[in-house]
């Protein structure tokens, strides 16, 4: 399987792929919020865009990130291999082109020949190789997993590099060099000062904008790289990114002037955006989150382990009462992929619909079930966590409530602390693989019959299949993972983008479905 | 008196080996561990155990403790686990913030609550006495958070008078730092206020009818003279005991408003700390309010000798 400039897709894709290829494969033009490109006119190039987000950045080291919210900040300054498009395709971003070798034993990145790192190195087939290099061996490297399918790194020639892969492996590398284990660092940052770059990265990008100052934690402010390879992005003079915890202070920031774009996703919150768009202080465009609003059970746990108990958890469960929390914020969705995507399920229903009645029988049936329910504490899993369990208590589940911090309620699940957690962080990946490998069968360990799926894991993980020999695989794997109510989905979130009237493109914002912002297209009225 | 304070500042002594213990102890007893956190959205058990082992997590609560008071003594707190800087650095860096909230908000509890208490002591159980009386009692009953979000909602969104959230340092001049701490510090001010305000209004109430007093009505002095003079410094002894808690509580409730109004100061870092279990900024949060605490208690000792010089002998 080629991929040229992006992989195939739908026929709306293969448009989009169409006119990136006119474009010399570049990133997409600056468009306006009314889907038509900003008139440069219309863009302040002397503007300087104040946006804040909840999500805090603590070092600016893309190998040591340990939280996803830290990739919005950097994508600004450091580039990747490729990027992600606002619908989520994969599209170049310092590679141009990438292929699959025939048999799978490696993957051929072409590279762009034009771009520099801010500190004068030139960004070639070396550079790479030391990147992906640094992020296998780096101590604390929280990239090394992304990276364990490539074998070794070889320059072919200086613009093209060949990964070698585990066999059978390596069909997600695409579209994970779209996240921060794509990002490429100055060689010359990483000879000289690996260790200082997570609190001082300093020139070692090549992105459209160079950080200026940095407090961990708080905020960041970056001024316009002084030549970019993509004149498309980075229109503005400077970016300030700060973390504000608080989304009522968020909005309040936008609504007085004090910032200029933020994100909400608080139903309490959304409402509020909602209402002061209405009146028309604030503009707000919005976002069906990627990720979903489900429940994640580990059946080698307790009652757990009792099918029964799983599937009367999964009948028991309303997604109209969670839904209804959010008013109509929260799309129901009872797949494990948006549907639309090539790895959705086709024609599908969910095995467990709402039946109280039927969930009360499975209870009897196993004897009376007992679990506790782990949640992020003073977040908006909250409220879904309580309807939830009064639900399951309905169906005679001796349910109880364990609220943890929110730091802590996704490593400890992993870690195998909890038998079953409320949360939204079922993040679809760009590929299936990927998925698969993150809730199923690796780091979340779902799967607890790991046979069930593993055959038809490997089989779809072949990067010499094509999207359609691979789609049949995961669909059956998405369907024994709902069959074996080893993660039940609810719902989609909804995020609101807030910006106030001088703000342009908020609706060409990459990554923004997954809680992060790719801010390179965004643009201030003059 | 300079043996005084001397005998408190080594009673203070052991409070600041016990407090950090105590945090040490309440940590390891809660569940959780910061190098689940460290580890990542996609933690493994080796790279958890690795970073368990590099920071020294698994040693015996006791071990721990001893390293961090060796370290301490050295003028080391040690390094945040989750961005790496130094925590004295952190510190130092968010005090500005915290101490310019605290200190507008104790300067506005003792201006107001003087203010309210010695035009209330005038005439006792008239018109204003009891308007005050009322007016502290519901200031009393206000949480500070809410008090917080609606003067920001007034003073910040409605009519922006003030910012909505922030802090500028006093470099950049008196007057964005002071525009920044204005809702916030009311806030945070008004229950300090309104507790000075009762407390210093019932000890003038009793010391303006004490036979000193009277008979220095009777010398014919002025009544301004007479309360400003004689009657407000013998008053103030109770007000200064009460001082010397609110700090503390100010301190405690400056987590809150920090976080409503974004400001980058020390209740902030307190609580990321906690969610993070990042353990040496916690500690070190907990060393530096346990000395502000202890130092704040020491002037309110000291102070008793002016106005008490009885307590001077």
Request: with cysteine.
């Amino acid at each position: 399987m080629t991929w040229r400039c992006v992989r195939r897709r739908s026929g709306v894709a293969m448009l989009a792929v169409a006119a990136l290829a006119l474009t010399g494969c570049g990133s997409g033009g600056a468009a306006g919020n009314d889907g038509k490109p900003a008139q440069s006119t219309e863009a302040d190039p002397n503007a300087t865009l104040r946006f804040t987000s909840a999500a805090p950045i603590r070092n600016l080291d893309p190998a040591l990130q340990t939280s996803y919210g830290g990739v919005g900040y950097l994508v600004l300054a450091i580039d990747r291999l490729t990027t992600l498009d606002k619908d989520d395709n994969v599209v170049p971003g310092l590679a141009t082109e990438w292929k699959f070798a025939k048999d799978g034993s490696y993957l051929e990145l072409k590279l762009r020949d034009d771009v520099r790192f801010h500190d004068g190195t030139v960004f070639d087939a070396a550079a790479v190789k030391a990147n992906i290099e640094r992020g296998k061996t780096l101590e604390g490297s929280t990239i090394k997993q992304n990276l364990d399918d490539i074998t070794s790194v070889e320059a072919v020639d200086a613009h093209t590099v060949r990964l070698r892969l585990v066999k059978g492996r390596g069909v997600q590398l695409p579209s994970v060099f779209a996240t921060n284990a794509g990002m490429m660092i100055s060689p010359k940052a990483i000879a000289e000062r690996s260790a200082k770059l997570a609190s001082d990265l300093g020139d070692a990008g090549s992105g459209p904008y160079l950080v200026t100052s940095f407090t961990p934690g708080e905020k960041v402010v970056m001024k316009k790289a002084p030549a970019y390879w993509d004149p498309a992005v980075g229109q503005i003079a400077g970016i300030e990114l700060q973390a504000i915890s608080d989304g009522a202070t968020r909005l309040r920031g936008v609504q007085t002037g004090q910032t200029d774009l933020t994100t909400v996703s608080a139903a309490n919150d959304l409402a509020q955006a909602r209402q002061l768009a209405d009146q028309g202080a604030v503009d707000m465009k919005k976002v069906t989150f990627r990720n979903v609003l489900g429940v994640y059970l580990r059946a080698n746990l307790g009652d757990l382990t009792k099918p029964e108990v799983r599937q009367a958890i999964a009948h028991a469960i309303d997604p109209d009462a969670v839904g209804a929390l959010f008013s109509g914020s929260c799309q129901p969705n009872r797949q494990l992929y948006p549907a639309g995507s090539w790895a959705a399920i086709k024609d599908y229903s969910y095995p467990y619909p709402y039946d109280q009645a039927k969930a009360r029988e499975l209870v009897q049936k196993a004897g009376g079930a007992k679990v506790t329910i782990s949640y992020p504490a003073s977040t908006n899993m909250e409220q879904p966590a309580n309807v939830i369990q009064g639900k399951l208590s309905e169906a005679g589940i001796d349910a109880k409530l364990n609220p943890v911090p929110n730091t802590e309620n996704e490593p400890r699940f992993i870690a195998g602390d909890f038998e079953l957690m409320v949360s939204a962080s079922w993040s679809p990946k760009i590929d299936p693989a990927d998925t698969v490998d993150t809730y199923l069968l690796d780091t979340y360990k779902l799967a607890t019959d790991r046979g069930a799926i593993e055959p038809d894991a490997a089989k779809a993980a072949d990067p010499t299949l094509s999207e359609a020999q691979r789609a049949p695989l995961y669909a059956k794997i998405w369907q024994t993972t709902m069959q074996q109510a080893w993660y039940i989905p609810i719902c989609r979130l909804t995020v609101g983008v807030v910006s106030n009237n001088k703000v342009l493109n908020t609706d060409n914002v990459p990554l923004a479905d997954i809680g992060i912002w790719d801010l390179r297209h965004i643009a201030v009225k003059r | 008196m300079l043996r005084h304070a001397g005998k408190r500042l080594l009673a203070a002594i052991p409070l600041l080996l016990v407090v950090p213990l105590l945090v040490f102890l309440l940590i390891d007893l809660a569940p959780g561990d910061p190098a689940v956190v460290l580890a990542g959205d996609n933690p493994t058990p080796e790279r958890i155990a690795a970073i368990q082992a590099r920071l020294g997590l698994s040693d015996p609560v006791v071990e721990r403790y001893a390293r961090w008071v060796g370290a301490v003594l050295h003028g080391d707190l040690g390094k945040s686990l989750m961005s790496d800087q130094s925590v004295m650095e952190m510190i130092i860096r968010r005090m500005g913030a915290t101490m310019s909230l605290v200190l507008f908000a104790m300067v506005m509890a003792v201006v107001l609550g003087a203010l309210m208490a010695i035009l209330s002591s005038l005439r006792p159980g008239g018109v204003v006495d009891r308007l005050v009386n009322w007016l502290a009692s519901i200031a009393i009953a206000i949480p500070a958070f809410w008090f917080g979000l609606v003067l920001a909602s007034l003073f910040a969104v409605t009519y922006r008078v003030f910012p909505a959230f922030g802090f500028v340092p006093l470099s950049e001049g008196i007057g964005p730092w002071l525009s920044h701490l204005v809702l916030p510090g009311v806030a945070l001010g008004l229950l300090p206020a309104a507790e000075v305000t009762l407390q210093l209004r019932s000890a003038l109430g009793q010391v303006l009818t004490s036979d000193y007093i009277l008979n220095a009505r009777a010398k014919g002095l002025s009544r301004r003279s007479v309360l400003f003079k004689h009657a407000l410094k013998n008053a103030c002894v109770p007000v200064v005991t009460v001082f010397g808690f609110r700090v503390a509580e100010v301190l405690a409730g400056s987590v809150t408003i920090e976080i409503i109004y974004n400001m980058p100061g020390l209740g902030s870092l307190a609580v990321d700390s906690v969610l993070s279990r990042d353990i040496p900024v916690l500690l070190g949060f907990v060393l530096f309010s346990t000395s502000v605490v202890v130092v704040v208690n020491l002037l309110v000792d000291i102070s008793y000798g002016y106005f008490n010089p009885k307590v001077r002998a």
